[in-house]
C-alpha cells in the first residue's frame, strides 16, 4: 500500500509520458468535428512538415504565413538551421531570422542549450524519438490537439471517465506559462528582459504579462480573450476591437482615432527582424516612430 | 482482488490526470533524450572515452539550465573523472569542466574545484574561476582577497574577450564593490563607457552599471552626479524593464536616498514609496525586501514629521515582519 501511494506522488508519471500516451489529433475528429477542423485550418498545425524535393533541407519548420526556415540532418551529431529562409512578404528567399550568414547555423543535436531539440518539440506535439542513428524523430507533426491537451490515449479509450487537459480553465499566469512554453515564458521577477528590443515582439507571453491591461485584469486578460485556441489567427485588426471594449467601453482619446482598430495603435506591429512582422503584445501607448517604447503615463 | 480492482480504478484516472499535467516540449522529456544520449555513448565508446565524457557535460549542462543543480552536480563529477583518464587532469577541457562543476557546487565544495580552475593557461576559464573566487571571498567580508582575485579576473578576462569587452565592463562591476571609492568610481565609470558603446546606452546591463555608479557617487557625496545617475538608470528601466520592474524600484530607492541627502524632501519620499509600490507588487507585501522598503520609508516619513502615517504604514506592512 505505501508502495501505491508514493507512486501516486511521484514526478516520474510525467516523464514516463510516452508515445502509446498520445491518440493523435485524427482520434480526436468524430467526437469534435469543429474544433477538429478549425485547428487543422490553422498555422499551429503545419507548424512542421518534411521538405519537399524542391525544398532545401530535410524538414520545413513553420507553416509560411510569415516564413518557413528549413532543416538539414548532416550526420549522426549534427543538424544544419539552413541559412536562408523563405519568406511570404518576398515570395522568395533571404537570410534565416537570427543568423550572422548565409551559411547556416549548425546545431548539435545533444548541445545543452537543447536548441534544435526545443526547435522540433515547439514545432510538433507529443515526445521526440532519438533513433539508433541518431535521427530526431516527432510523434505528430504540427502543433495539434495533444500539445495544448495534452497526452489523451487514455481519454479516447474511457471518454466519461478521463478528461484531457481544458487549457481554457487555467488562471490567466498559467495560461501565459503554458503558451510560453513554446512562445516564450513571462519574465520572473527580477529577471532582465529588454522589453525595448524589436526581438522580443515575437515573444507574446513576455510582452503581454509587462502589460499594464494584463497585470489590472486580474486574470481577466489571457490569450484566450483575443485568439480563438483553434481557429487561424486573424490578421485583421478590427477582429480584436472587441475584447478591448470589454473593459474600455469608452475610452478618451487625445488623437482623432475614428476608423482605426485599438491594436493598430495599442499594439503596433514591429518588424522583428527584416521580414518578418508581429503585433508587441506589451498594450499600451505608443508613437508612430518608436513602436516599442510605451509612453509612460504622469505619476 | 477487490482492493486491486479499487486501486485500479483509482489510478487509472490518477494517471490521465498525471499526463494531462505535462508540459509541452516537457523538460523531463528532454533530459530523458539526453540521459538516453549518455547510455548510448557507455555502450558504444565505454566509459572513460572523451566523447562519453561530452554526452555527460551534455547533460550536465543541460540540467543545470533546468536548474536541477543536484542532478548537474552528479553528471558534471561524470564529466571530470572521464576527462581525467581519457584527457589528462591538465587538459584545458578537464580545467573547464571542474569550472563547470564548481558552478553547480555548494560553496564549501566549489572553493577548491574553482582554485584548480584559476589555474587553466585558457584565460576564459581562469578569468571565470577568478571571479567566482573573488565572490566567495566578498560573501565572507574578505574585501582584501576579494579585490585580489577580481583583479586577476579582470586581466584574465582582458587577455580572454579584449580590453573593450561586455565581459570586462563586468568584471570592473564586482572589483569597484571591494576597492576603496575614488578607485571604484574610476572602475565603473570605465565600465558604464564599455557597456555604452557595446551594449547602447539605453540597455538595461548599462544601466545596472550606472545605478551602480551612482551608489558609489552618494556614498563619495558627489551628490548632483548621484542623482544624474540615478535618474538615467531609472528612465532607462523603466523604458526597457517596465514601471513597475524591481529593477526600477531599486533605481527609486537609491534616487530616493541622493534626493534625501540633497534635502530634497518631496522628491526623496515620492521615490520611496514608488519603491515600495513596486516591491509590494512584484513580490509581495510578506517579503523581506517589501519590509525593507516599508521600514525605510517608514523611518524617512518619521524623519520628517509624518509620525502618524510611519506608525500607520508599520502597522500595515511591519506586523509580522521578521526581526
Redesign the interface.
Known amino acids: 500500500m505505501k508502495r501505491?501511494v508514493a507512486?501516486?506522488w511521484f514526478?516520474?508519471?510525467?516523464?514516463a509520458?510516452s508515445p502509446e500516451?498520445f491518440a493523435g489529433a485524427a482520434a480526436c475528429v468524430d467526437c469534435h468535428p469543429l474544433e477538429s477542423a478549425a485547428q487543422s485550418a490553422s498555422a499551429h498545425a503545419h507548424a512542421l512538415a518534411r521538405a519537399l524535393t524542391s525544398q532545401p533541407g530535410d524538414w520545413a519548420f513553420g507553416a509560411g504565413a510569415q516564413a518557413i526556415t528549413f532543416v538539414k540532418r548532416l550526420d549522426s551529431e549534427t543538424y544544419l538551421e539552413e541559412g536562408q529562409t523563405w519568406y511570404r512578404i518576398l515570395d522568395g528567399f533571404a537570410r534565416t531570422p537570427g543568423h550572422p550568414d548565409d551559411a547556416g547555423v549548425r546545431d548539435?543535436?545533444?548541445?545543452?542549450?537543447?536548441a534544435i531539440?526545443?526547435c522540433f518539440?515547439?514545432h510538433s506535439?507529443g515526445?521526440?524519438h532519438?533513433t539508433g542513428d541518431q535521427k530526431i524523430i516527432p510523434n505528430e507533426l504540427g502543433v495539434r490537439c495533444e500539445?495544448?491537451?495534452?497526452?489523451?490515449a487514455?481519454?479516447v479509450r474511457?471518454p466519461g471517465?478521463?478528461?484531457?487537459?481544458n487549457p481554457g480553465r487555467l488562471r490567466a499566469d498559467e495560461l501565459n506559462v503554458?503558451c510560453g512554453?513554446?512562445h516564450r515564458m513571462p519574465a520572473a521577477?527580477?529577471q532582465?528582459?529588454?522589453?525595448?528590443d524589436p526581438w522580443n515582439a515575437r515573444h507574446q507571453p513576455l510582452m503581454l504579462a509587462?502589460s499594464?491591461c494584463f497585470?489590472q485584469s486580474q486574470g481577466k486578460l489571457t490569450c484566450l480573450t483575443c485568439h480563438s485556441p483553434h481557429a487561424p489567427l486573424s490578421r485583421k485588426p478590427a477582429s480584436y476591437d472587441g475584447a478591448c471594449v470589454r473593459c474600455h467601453a469608452a475610452p478618451r482619446h487625445k488623437l482623432q482615432t475614428a476608423g482605426r482598430s485599438c491594436v493598430t495603435c495599442h499594439m503596433p506591429a514591429v518588424t522583428a527582424q527584416p521580414y518578418l512582422t508581429f503585433a508587441n503584445h506589451r498594450i499600451a501607448v505608443y508613437t508612430a516612430a518608436d513602436p516599442m517604447?510605451?509612453i509612460?503615463p504622469r505619476? | 482482488m477487490i482492493v486491486k480492482t479499487a486501486?485500479a480504478a483509482l489510478?487509472?484516472?490518477?494517471?490521465?490526470i498525471?499526463?494531462?499535467?505535462?508540459?509541452?516540449?516537457?523538460p523531463?522529456?528532454?533530459?530523458?533524450?539526453?540521459e538516453?544520449?549518455l547510455m548510448r555513448r557507455k555502450h558504444e565508446y565505454g566509459a572513460s572515452d572523451a566523447r562519453t565524457a561530452q554526452?555527460a557535460?551534455?547533460?550536465?549542462?543541460?540540467l543545470?539550465?533546468q536548474g536541477n543543480l543536484s542532478a548537474a552536480r552528479d553528471a558534471l563529477a561524470e564529466a571530470v573523472r572521464i576527462d581525467e583518464k581519457a584527457l589528462g587532469p591538465a587538459a584545458l577541457q578537464t580545467f573547464a569542466d571542474v569550472a563547470e562543476l564548481a558552478g553547480v557546487s555548494a560553496p564549501e565544495q566549489a572553493e577548491p574545484l574553482w582554485r584548480r580552475a584559476a589555474e587553466s593557461p585558457d584565460a576564459k576559464t581562469s578569468a571565470r574561476a577568478s571571479a567566482a573566487l573573488g565572490q566567495l571571498r566578498e560573501a565572507a567580508s574578505d574585501q582584501a582577497a576579494a579585490a585580489t582575485f577580481y583583479r586577476r579576473a579582470l586581466v584574465r578576462e582582458e587577455a580572454a574577450s579584449g580590453q573593450d569587452s561586455a565581459r570586462v565592463a563586468v568584471r570592473l562591476n564586482a572589483l569597484s564593490r571591494v576597492v576603496d571609492l575614488p578607485e571604484g568610481i574610476a572602475h565603473l565609470d570605465r565600465a558604464v563607457d564599455i557597456s555604452r558603446r557595446r551594449l547602447g546606452a539605453?540597455?538595461?546591463?548599462t544601466a545596472?552599471l550606472e545605478l551602480n555608479l551612482a551608489a558609489l557617487l552618494l556614498k563619495a557625496g558627489r551628490l548632483n552626479e548621484a542623482v544624474q545617475s540615478g535618474a538615467d538608470a531609472m528612465s532607462c528601466f523603466?523604458?526597457?524593464?517596465?514601471?513597475?520592474d524591481?529593477?526600477t524600484g531599486a533605481a527609486a530607492t537609491l534616487l530616493a536616498h541622493a534626493l534625501r541627502a540633497k534635502r530634497d524632501i518631496r522628491g526623496a519620499e515620492r521615490m520611496y514609496r514608488?519603491a515600495l509600490a513596486i516591491d509590494e507588487?512584484?513580490?509581495g507585501p510578506r517579503e523581506a525586501r517589501t519590509w525593507t522598503d516599508a521600514r525605510t520609508l517608514a523611518g524617512f516619513l518619521r524623519e520628517i514629521g509624518k509620525r502618524r502615517e510611519a506608525a500607520e504604514l508599520e502597522r500595515r506592512m511591519l506586523g509580522d515582519a521578521p526581526h
Open positions: 501505491v507512486l501516486l514526478p516520474w508519471w510525467i516523464a509520458v500516451d548539435r543535436i545533444f548541445d545543452p542549450s537543447a531539440l526545443r518539440a515547439c506535439t515526445p521526440l532519438i500539445a495544448c491537451h495534452g497526452p489523451s487514455a481519454h474511457e471517465r478521463i478528461h484531457p487537459r503554458l512554453e513554446c521577477a527580477g532582465s528582459v529588454n522589453l525595448r509587462a499594464i497585470r517604447s510605451p509612460r505619476r | 486501486l489510478i487509472a484516472p490518477m494517471i490521465g498525471f499526463a494531462a499535467l505535462a508540459f509541452q516540449p516537457s523531463e522529456m528532454m533530459r530523458q533524450l539526453f538516453e544520449a554526452a557535460r551534455d547533460l550536465g549542462l543541460f543545470r539550465s539605453r540597455h538595461p546591463e545596472t523603466e523604458e526597457s524593464l517596465g514601471d513597475d524591481p529593477r514608488r507588487q512584484a513580490y
